[in-house]
């Protein structure tokens, strides 16, 4: 086998699992942070492997609903003033993924990567011994009353067409049966048995990260500025020097299109910023992963306490944080299960990485072929990482990679 030297930028989730994958046919493999691993989204996250959330955000309809959100300053979603006319472009390519034919190739694309990445996770828990940090207790998706039931009933079709197994449950006693201290006013529900949690993403990120180092891999702290292709090798300037490398891959999160920007390619990445609490043990018998859709959150269980967190703020990578959003998301987690104990949480606030159509961006530079990006995965980094590197690894070895890449290719836009 022929091996070289690669360079993952972003020790993320996504840049970790996939230098743990090209280590693993035998490439000598270095990630640069320019802060450390887990200093972006992957550590605070809601730490859930969402392998049914196939359904793109940017559904039929969704622009009509959105200004009912927007307008509603508990709702799910803001757009601080600042920033309303840096997203229009954004948002209008937005609007253009929600459109019927587009929407329903994302959605395949989107269940193919999840098909993929659900089997990549099994190979990878196996692969670095890390049961011990996974919970398998499915996920609750709660529904207030049979009029919001009914609305989401073609999504249900949707999974069903796609193969994901699920329950639907039509009475706040059936809901109790799998997790009792639920407000009666969910009355309905669907329950997707296969969906599992980390017990905490910062816990497993590093528990890759650990392996990685073990087996030979090398973590540096570094922020690259800029990257070029010249013969074989690729430069990358950082502000400790330049550095050479045969192969690069861009999994620098939310900051990804500035280096893709040096390369020349001018790609759509945003930041929807989400916000959480995390409570600590004993705050609530939790039994499974809980998400409100209707209300943009999920509360899930961390490290044998409650993060409560979720919200879309379309405030690019600059604005201070505005923690009274995840104030709001513990009001409403506390309303809706009310033997929540709400003291003694933390905050946090993480930069989702988010493509207009919801899909990630894994494929070579155009311009650059030794360049690999993978990056932009939105909602579903974690859920989507083990796939994604066995993506990137079979590009890098211009291998048959086991599904399509083309949906995923830089080159869509
Ligand atoms: C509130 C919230 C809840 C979420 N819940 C879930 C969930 O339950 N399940 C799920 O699947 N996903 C979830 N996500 C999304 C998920 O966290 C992200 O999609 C994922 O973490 C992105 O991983 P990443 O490795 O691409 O980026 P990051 O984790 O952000 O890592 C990027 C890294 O690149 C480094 N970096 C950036 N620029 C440079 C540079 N120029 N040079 C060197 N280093 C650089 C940064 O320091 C950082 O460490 C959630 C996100 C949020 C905000």
């Not at 988010?354 to 939105?378: E, K």
């Amino acid at each position: 086998m022929t091996t070289s030297e690669i360079t993952v930028i972003g020790a993320g989730i996504i840049g970790i699992s996939s230098a743990l994958a090209l280590q693993s046919c035998g490439h000598a493999v270095t990630v640069l942070d320019r802060e450390g691993v887990g200093a972006g989204a992957s550590s605070g996250n809601a730490g859930a492997f969402a392998f049914t959330d196939i359904v793109p955000l940017a559904t039929p309809g969704i622009m009509r609903e959105a200004p009912k959100w927007l307008l509603d300053p508990s709702g799910p979603l803001s757009v601080p003033p600042a920033y309303a006319l840096k997203i229009a472009p954004w948002m209008l390519r937005f609007w253009r993924a929600s459109w019927r034919d587009r929407y329903a190739r994302s959605m395949a694309a989107q269940s193919s990567l999840m098909a993929l990445s659900r089997a990549a996770l099994e190979r990878q828990v196996k692969g670095v011994d890390g049961e011990a940090l996974m919970q398998r207790e499915g996920q609750l998706q709660l529904y207030e009353g049979e009029a919001e039931f009914r609305a989401s009933l073609p999504t249900w079709q949707l999974r069903e067409a796609h193969g994901i197994r699920f329950e639907l449950l039509q009475s706040p006693e059936a809901i109790a049966e799998i997790q009792p201290g639920l407000d009666r006013r969910f009355t309905h529900a669907g329950f997707t048995p296969d969906w599992l949690n980390t017990c905490d993403p910062a816990a497993w990120l590093r528990h890759l990260a650990d392996r990685f180092v073990a087996l030979g891999g090398r973590i540096e702290q570094a922020e690259v500025t800029a990257l070029a292709q010249e013969g074989a090798r690729v430069r990358l300037t950082t502000g400790s020097g330049a550095r050479a490398a045969d192969r690069v891959v861009v999994a620098a999160g939310a900051w990804s299109h500035h280096l893709a920007r040096t390369l020349g390619d001018r790609l759509p990445l945003e930041t929807e910023r989400g916000y959480n609490t995390t409570l600590p043990a004993g705050a609530f018998d939790l039994r499974t992963h809980l998400t409100f859709g209707g209300h943009g959150f999920v509360v899930s269980r961390i490290n044998g306490g409650v993060r409560v967190g979720g919200a879309v703020e379309l405030g690019g990578l600059r604005l201070p944080p505005n923690y009274k959003r995840a104030r709001v998301l513990l009001d409403k987690a506390a309303e809706f299960l009310p033997g929540l104990k709400t003291s003694g949480g933390t905050r946090w606030m993480g930069f989702r990485p988010s493509m207009p159509d919801s899909l990630p961006v894994i494929g070579a530079a155009p311009r650059a072929d030794r360049v690999i990006y993978a990056f932009g995965h939105g909602h579903l980094g974690l859920t989507q990482a083990a796939g994604t590197a066995e993506l990137v690894r079979d590009l890098v070895r211009r291998g048959i990679p086991e599904i399509n890449p083309a949906p995923f290719a830089p080159t869509r836009f």
